[in-house]
């Protein structure tokens, strides 16, 4: 699993406020990526980071925002939750085997937003 | 922007029968990758596949990349229960966007 874990693993929260996940890994890699999914469209990118305060936007960033203060770190804050944010987010991690870069998954926290 | 289209969205099957799905970029891609997610799970990485015309199995399965690099396909002979799952393709936009078809969703009766 790559050291990647998810918290909360559930929420429920309500229209309008503050949400904030977050992700942790113990194995110190650079690049670590936001993703939410839902039923047809299957994981579309949110935020990624390539490094410690270093983040880019993805292909559907509106209405989030994210942090890296620390390599093992990365926050995905819904400043003013929507019910169009209700979503299964994964968090992912890069990694390098030979020639290969695969990314890996955490867990998931399923978000509901009333 | 880039599309990574998948087809189909769902495919029922007899344990036993093959199963196929298509992945196919509107535009060139430099590897395409395939990941599997079992129910309530999350995505695992299953194989990356780089070369034009390239062919890699692991034992069941069978993925090929288009010679255009624009398709790709997982093909798995005498499906088993527990190939049960969602399989998704995904390509590289801009290196670190990811872009993932919708995936596939396989069923497989005992």
């Known amino acids: 699993d790559a050291g990647i874990t998810q918290s909360p693993r559930h929420k429920v929260t309500e229209t309008g406020t503050p949400v904030t996940l977050r992700c942790h890994q113990t194995e110190n890699h650079r690049y670590m990526y936001w993703y939410r999914q839902d039923p047809g469209h299957g994981l579309r990118l949110i935020h990624y980071?390539?490094?410690?305060?270093?983040?880019d936007k993805g292909e559907v960033s509106d209405g989030y925002s994210v942090s890296r203060s620390k390599t093992e770190d990365f926050l995905l804050t819904l400043e003013s939750a929507t019910s169009s944010q209700t979503s299964v987010y994964f968090c992912a991690i890069s990694a390098r085997q030979g020639p290969q870069e695969t990314q890996y998954f955490g867990p998931g926290t399923r978000l509901l937003v009333l | 922007g880039q599309q990574v289209m998948q087809i189909p969205q769902y495919q029922h099957v007899q344990e036993g029968e093959d199963f196929t799905t298509y992945c196919n970029s509107s535009t060139t891609l430099s590897n395409i990758q395939w990941y599997k997610q079992r129910p309530g799970g999350h995505p695992v990485f299953l194989i990356q596949?780089?070369?034009?015309?390239e062919v890699k199995k692991q034992k069941r399965l069978t993925f090929q990349f288009g010679e255009a690099k624009k398709n790709s396909s997982l093909h798995i002979t005498a499906t088993q229960t527990t190939d049960v799952g969602t399989y998704f393709c995904?390509?590289?936009?801009?290196?670190?966007?990811?872009?993932f078809g919708a995936g596939t969703r396989l069923t497989v009766k005992p």
């Open positions: 596949l780089v070369k034009s015309g």
């Open positions: 980071s390539y490094g410690v305060k270093d983040t």
């Open positions: 995904a390509g590289p936009y801009n290196n670190n966007d990811m872009r």
